[in-house]
């Protein structure tokens, strides 16, 4: 069977029925400017944020801290992760013509997931730092060592490496109706429809699963603890009242953003795995709501990129007067360490 319009992160199938094969799946006219300028808007954020992370990461004088070092890790994979929007809009813009040939059509895919993995990983390990770093402070001593940070580093991006490599395999360039899409095309691992689902939605649950749902989970928990041990912290001293919900608001900014770039991507993700499983049917109507929604989902999904480095990196007091100073928009002078040494931590 003949691939047809879909989304770019959909794939190639012989499980539709004739009357799906039958739906009309054009978009609105509007999506092909709309979301191209959306995805390029999201480029330049992130190219000027994760940007501005790396360059004061680089410029940093002495022995970085183990936070800046897992914030420089994060601009970067941030960075390679929207690297390839610009080729993204020229696809939409085209109404999912891929002229950028076969090779860029797999590296470019690899790349995104790798560093999408790599990006939550990364996020996932600074929470543990800081949950080691607040809520046990005396052991941190020895846990929070550079070969620590080191080793877990490189399980990050080498993990990240291994997981994204399906997406090297099974993506593929395809033409129909003078249209080049770039898309999976799980035929690849065989002619049986049952296996071909089988791939598609073990790909799909396990980037739910080890993408969003466990390191989700992590960070909830650790940054419960962290919050119970600062209001401890602060209701033992009985001040400061207004720096402990700065504090609390912090945290939960950093929850609500994840959760909202990446549940609406996800949830249609699985979607299509458990419609591939047969626990649904692939139905007409199912088909046009994927056509709407997806783009949506992968702008959410895309600008969370952009938003890191406000949220984990400009939060930071200490990184971000420092950041001011090379880019030459602030004096030189020393933040409070009192504050500082609390708000670093987070």
Request: glycine share 4%; with cysteine; charged share 15%.
């Amino acid at each position: 069977m003949e691939p047809t319009e879909s989304p770019p992160d959909y794939y190639f199938s012989d499980k539709e029925t004739e009357d799906v094969r039958s739906c009309i799946r054009s978009e609105p006219a509007t999506y092909k400017t709309l979301f191209p300028v959306l995805y390029m808007l999201i480029f330049i954020l992130s190219l000027f944020g994760n940007g501005a992370v790396i360059f004061t990461v680089w410029r940093t004088q002495g022995k970085l801290r183990v936070a800046l070092v897992y914030i420089g890790n994060l601009a970067f994979a941030d960075l390679t992760f929207v690297s390839f929007l610009p080729l993204l809009a020229v696809y939409t813009s085209l109404g999912y013509h891929w002229p950028f040939g076969w090779f860029l059509c797999k590296i470019s895919s690899y790349v995104v997931v790798f560093n999408m993995y790599a990006s939550v990983f990364l996020l996932t390990s600074m929470t543990c730092d800081r949950y080691i770093a607040i809520v046990h402070p005396l052991s941190s001593l020895q846990v929070r060592t550079r070969n620590c940070m080191y080793a877990s580093l490189a399980a990050v991006w080498t993990l990240s490496g291994l997981l994204a490599l399906p997406l090297l395999v099974f993506q593929t360039t395809r033409h129909l109706n003078n249209r080049t899409m770039c898309a999976l095309d799980f035929r690849l691992a065989g002619s049986s429809e049952h296996l071909q689902g089988l791939w598609s939605a073990g790909i799909s649950l396990s980037l739910l699963v080890l993408s969003f749902l466990l390191p989700f989970l992590i960070m909830m928990v650790c940054y419960g603890l962290i919050v119970c041990t600062l209001f401890s912290h602060f209701n033992i001293r009985r001040k400061m009242h207004q720096r402990k919900r700065r504090l609390f608001k912090i945290i939960i900014s950093l929850v609500v953003v994840f959760a909202t770039c990446s549940i609406p991507i996800h949830t249609l993700r699985s979607a299509i795995a458990f419609s591939n499983l047969g626990l649904f049917p692939f139905t007409c109507a199912f088909q046009r709501f994927l056509m709407l929604a997806y783009p949506y989902a992968t702008c959410l999904a895309y600008a969370n990129s952009c938003l890191n480095p406000f949220l984990y990196a400009f939060l930071d007091l200490n990184f971000r007067s420092q950041c001011l100073r090379l880019l030459h928009l602030k004096k030189s002078r020393q933040i409070p360490t009192k504050v500082t040494r609390e708000l670093n931590q987070l």
